[in-house]
């Protein structure tokens, strides 16, 4: 039997983005891609990502986090997912830390300082941007080095073109188009997340900027498919539209889920993320759900 059968979870989402948190401090115990995916097939726990809790690695910290995805893959960054831990460390009665404001969590790609904005909104410091094409990472350099406009286009729909590439510690792609909802975003992703260009493949984006200040955007997520939100791709695609002069350094990005305020802060190139975090549930693991899992 698995080890985390009977073991506690939450359902939460961030605007719309499933995600289910997993306490797992003062344990040896790690989830196997198999686990991950056996957790996402049931309707109570499913999600786009599972945000797994193990004790602080750097001293400092509050809690060091692994995040999978609905096919069991890792990924470096989640930011909505990174909100609802947040809330579960100031808020759950389990979980929840003594005087808790602003703490710091741990991933593969960083350290993230978060700040408790209202009782469910949270902000999120999202650390820098990677910029280069070793960063995303790419399979070739770009003619244009600071691959702001990509060499990829999509055979059947010419003008999905020279996108933007970002890493937020996890490989963002972003299309610009003049309506975002145009286009079949499921074919689209499906096709560009396992292009050749992107040796760990990538996540997707449609992005259209409706003023300097605001940007619609639908994302098609690496692991997990269609979703309703993506805090990361949100922050990947600000920096771009920055980057390119089509934006600000602040803006609305806005979601089928709801809106995200991101900056990317001048004095120090942080990318901040503000959004709201909604508690769904709780629930154990049923031992059966494991059945056939290693
Ligand atoms: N929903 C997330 C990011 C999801 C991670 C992604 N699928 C990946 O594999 O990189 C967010 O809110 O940032």
């Not at 786009?48 to 809790?53: A, S, T």
């Not at 933007?164 to 074919?187: E, Q």
């Not at 993320?273 to 494991?290: I, Y």
Request: glycine fraction near 8%.
């Amino acid at each position: 039997m698995s080890a985390l059968a009977n073991r506690r979870f939450l359902k939460m989402n961030g605007l719309g983005n499933e995600i289910t948190v997993l306490d797992l401090r003062g344990t040896p115990l790690r989830v196997s891609a198999v686990e991950a995916r056996a957790i996402a097939a049931d309707p109570c726990s499913h999600f786009d990502q599972l945000m797994v809790l193990h004790d602080p690695v750097t001293p400092g910290t509050d809690a060091s986090m692994r995040i999978y995805n609905t096919d069991g893959s890792e990924s470096g960054a989640c930011g909505n997912g990174t909100r609802c831990v947040a809330w579960a460390m100031v808020a759950d009665p389990v979980m929840r830390r003594p005087s808790a404001k602003g703490l710091v969590l741990e991933t593969k790609a960083g350290l993230l300082p978060v700040e408790r904005v209202s009782e469910t909104v949270f902000t999120v410091d999202m650390g820098s941007p990677g910029l280069a094409w070793t960063d995303i990472p790419l399979r070739d350099p770009q003619s244009d080095t600071r691959a702001i406009d990509i060499d990829t286009r999509m055979a059947d729909a010419p003008e999905l073109t020279k996108p933007s590439a970002v890493s937020m510690g996890n490989p963002h792609i972003i299309f610009w188009v003049k309506d975002a909802t145009a286009y079949d975003l499921p074919r689209i992703g499906r096709v560009f997340e396992h292009d050749a260009m992107f040796p760990e493949k990538a996540n997707i984006s449609l992005a259209q900027i409706i003023s300097p200040d605001h940007i619609l955007l639908r994302v098609w997520e690496r692991g997990a498919g269609l979703t309703r939100a993506c805090g990361s791709a949100a922050c990947a695609t600000l920096v771009a539209a920055s980057r390119k002069g089509l934006t600000g350094r602040k803006a609305t990005l806005s979601l089928p889920g709801g809106d995200l305020l991101i900056e990317w802060r001048e004095s120090d190139g942080h990318v901040l993320m503000t959004g709201p975090t909604e508690f769904e549930h709780e629930g154990v693991f049923s031992p059966a759900l494991f059945a056939g899992a290693a």
